[in-house]
């Protein structure tokens, strides 16, 4: 099984430009979540999303949109990279929100992002 | 909103040593996850629970769910146990995601 995968692991990008990252799972989970990991800090939600189709803000989604148009897939857009962004990002997923008792999230191997 | 504090946040061990990894939060919840980060690597569960202890392995984690408090035991510790550590409870709102702690840095030396 892949369970979640991540693409791509690293990249170096030159301020103001723009990428995607692709989250994939194939457990058929409602929910995805992006988070950023930052020295000396727990890792902090972007966005998220409860279904298809359906996004919403995090903690920190200033300077990111994101997408979810296939039930699988749930995209990280940076439209203009500033070095404050630059982190590593972690997809996770589950099949029911995480709080509830048995669930588990699933997470990615995370995308190394530098904006130089 | 939900606060998670970790200790120690660094930890260096000799193999074999019994470890203790504390986590505490400030709202009551339905269950508490226990995540392993390897260095370079992704996060990996290792428990989720929401009362009294789970094992697996040399892995003990337990939870007092009144002094809202939670701790991993690693027994018999071994260098490849060396990892970061995270504890992540429930958000506390309707946002349905995780409030991680730092994480706590594990070395264990041969």
């Known amino acids: 099984n892949a369970g979640v995968t991540q693409t791509p692991k690293f990249r170096v990008l030159k301020t103001g430009q723009s990428m995607t990252l692709l989250c994939a799972q194939d457990?058929?989970?409602?929910?995805m979540y992006w988070y950023r990991q930052d020295p000396g800090m727990g890792l902090r939600l972007i966005h998220y999303s409860v279904g298809e189709g359906t996004t919403a803000k995090g903690e920190v989604p200033d300077g990111y949109n994101v997408s979810r148009l296939k039930k699988q897939n749930f995209l990280l857009g940076l439209e203009s990279a500033a070095p404050s962004q630059t982190s590593v990002y972690f997809c996770?997923?589950?099949?029911?929100?995480?709080?509830?008792?048995?669930?588990?999230?699933?997470f990615g191997q995370g995308t190394r992002l530098t904006v130089v | 909103k939900n606060e998670v504090e970790q200790s120690p946040q660094n930890l260096t061990a000799q193999e074999g040593e019994f470890i203790t990894i504390n986590c505490s939060y400030s709202v009551g919840i339905s269950a508490l996850h226990w995540l392993q980060q390897h260095p370079g690597g992704g996060i990996v569960s290792l428990f989720m629970l929401s009362s009294g202890k789970k094992k697996h392995g040399r892995l003990i984690a337990t939870i007092n769910i009144q002094e809202k408090h939670s701790s991993l035991h690693i027994t018999a510790s071994h260098p490849r146990d060396s990892a970061v550590y995270i504890c992540?409870?429930?958000?506390?709102?309707?946002?349905?995601?995780?409030?991680f702690g730092k994480g706590t840095k594990l070395s264990v030396k041969p």
């Open positions: 457990m058929n989970h409602e929910y």
């Open positions: 992540a409870v429930p958000y506390g709102g309707s946002q349905g995601n995780l409030i």
């Open positions: 996770a997923s589950s099949f029911l929100v995480v709080g509830q008792v048995g669930t588990e999230a699933f």
